[in-house]
């Protein structure tokens, strides 16, 4: 879910922003980011973020952390930020999303007795629901998306040292992208594998309102007599370029898999590669863009 993560042998300077729902692990990874030699920003109003831009590029990589706490915080404002740093040459910028089901952000903010930002006098659950919705267009936009349902803090510095470690043999981290051709390209892919060719579950009616992670559409593209081979030389393909990726000291991959909706072909080849690469072995992070809109549409279905 990056673009490029903190890499030893580029000399541009990193800024990381670290973001998600209040709870979701924030301060926990800023922490770790801390600890892994990031200079640390918390809670910069973002009225700021272009001054701190306008001067010399910092020295060691920077993390901001950011969230609806933050004085003048805003979604728009934020894109708005996210975009200045994709724009700026001399700056490899990404964003890291920490995300929680609201089941666990309820029962830490029930254990913590904290009261949520956006429902100080009410129950959590209000405002939790309230944030998640509002940052649905910042999750989208995220370069790293981490889920720690179920993490405990150890369990999240880990992943953060596997994703933002500076150190020698750090693991190379992977992501894997679904999306729509019709809503264009996802900013920062190194790889694009188009899978327009394959059999399309849209023109079966018991298969249209499903995706690609349902068995049966899963079958149903696996079916088309060009698949196993397609599978296997992209399969074949990735194994080649991720040692030498590593052996180059790229910190991070990204690999597109697009198709026409962007909901069954695609999403069944992105689900397929990211099991098979991580029984090689490969820290693999998975990302499916139009499912997650969707999701920000209503859906009550896990995206990702």
Known sequence: MTERAIDPQNKSPSIVLVTGPSGAGRST?????EDLGYEVIDNLPLSLLPRLLEGPPPGRPLALGLDVRNRDFGVDALIAAIDQLAGKIDISAQVLYLDADEEELVKRYSETRRRHPLAPAGPPLAGIAAERELLVPVRARADVLIETTGMSPHDLRAEIEQWFGTGEGGKLGVTLHSFSYKRGLPRGMDIVMDCRFLRNPHWDEALRARDGRD???????????????????????????????????????????????????????TEGMASALAQDGWHVSKRHRELERRLGQGSKENAV
């Open 29 to 33: 990874a800023i922490n770790a980011l």
């Open 215 to 269: 068995p049966d559409v899963a079958a149903y593209v696996a079916a088309d007599p060009r698949f196993e081979a397609f599978f296997s030389q992209v399969k074949s393909l990735i194994d080649l370029l991720l040692p030498a990726h590593k052996d180059e000291g790229k910190a991070h991959l990204s690999i597109g898999f697009g198709c026409t909706g962007g909901k069954h072909r695609s999403v069944m080849m």
